[in-house]
T-cell receptor, first 113, second 111 residues
Framework: DTAVSQTPKYLVTQMGNDKSIKCEQN?????MYWYKQDSKKFLKIMFS???????INETVPNRFSPKSPDKAHLNLHINSLELGDSAVYFC????????????FGPGTRLTVT | GDSVTQMEGPVTLSEEAFLTINCTYT??????LFWYVQYPGEGLQLLLK?????DKGSNKGFEATYRKETTSFHLEKGSVQVSDSAVYFC??????????FGAGTRLAVHP
């Protein structure tokens, strides 16, 4: 039974399109995250939600909008996709505080052409 | 701001060799420290952690000690296996449940 799942696993789209990535966790955690991993494997946090409320927004362009319909889901919508958005996006969850383990999903590889 | 610096890879070793991956950090306060591992095509998994100075985290033969005096958390394993080939990330806990990662170090172990 998958703890943190993401869909889709691969996403190929053209510049200017709008796309969404979905994330669900069945661990009962209060906090969920989105990370972006670039081609050099560098991993950076984008957003964090605690009990459906945004608590971290790391200078991410307004084209990226997270949405948390409930504690178990955190979706990422991206408008007007650009070439530089190509990356692997990871969802994660944890029980607060940060010293607890974060559980990562398998990642969504987004390719913008 | 808080940051993590890891040794650049790739690190290439023969099976049963000794592994060290260096990690140093800059932080205000007293963060928790972590090592995560990413196997090919997968998400990150927690390998080990330490929550205060002089703590030693260990798991699967890997270990790391939280050294406040040298602001380091080096990862070591006495005898690596081919199955240890992966990317290893050092991280610290920033404010607001935030993990700050190093750039990752790719380890390749050959038979």
């Amino acid at each position: 039974d998958t703890a943190v799942s993401q869909t889709p696993k691969y996403l190929v789209t053209q510049m200017g399109n709008d796309k969404s990535i979905k994330c669900e966790q069945n661990l009962g955690h209060d906090t969920m995250y989105w990370y972006k991993q670039d081609s050099k494997k560098f991993l950076k946090i984008m957003f964090s939600y605690n009990n459906k409320e945004l608590i971290i927004n790391e200078t991410v362009p307004n084209r990226f909008s997270p949405k948390s319909p409930d504690k178990a889901h955190l979706n990422l919508h991206i408008n007007s996709l650009e070439l530089g958005d190509s990356a692997v996006y990871f969802c994660a969850s944890s029980q607060a505080p940060a010293m607890d383990e974060q559980y990562f999903g398998p990642g969504t590889r987004l390719t913008v052409t | 701001g808080d940051s993590v610096t890891q040794m650049e890879g790739p690190v290439t070793l023969s099976e049963e060799a000794f592994l060290t991956i260096n990690c140093t950090y800059t932080a205000t306060g007293y963060p928790s420290l972590f090592w995560y591992v990413q196997y090919p095509g997968e998400g990150l998994q927690l390998l080990l952690k330490a929550t205060k100075a002089d703590d030693k985290g260990s798991n699967k033969g890997f270990e790391a000690t939280y050294r406040k005096e040298t602001t380091s958390f080096h990862l070591e394993k006495g005898s690596v296996q081919v199955s240890d080939s992966a990317v290893y990330f050092c991280a610290l806990s920033g404010g607001y449940n935030k993990l700050i990662f190093g750039a990752g170090t790719r380890l390749a172990v050959h038979p």
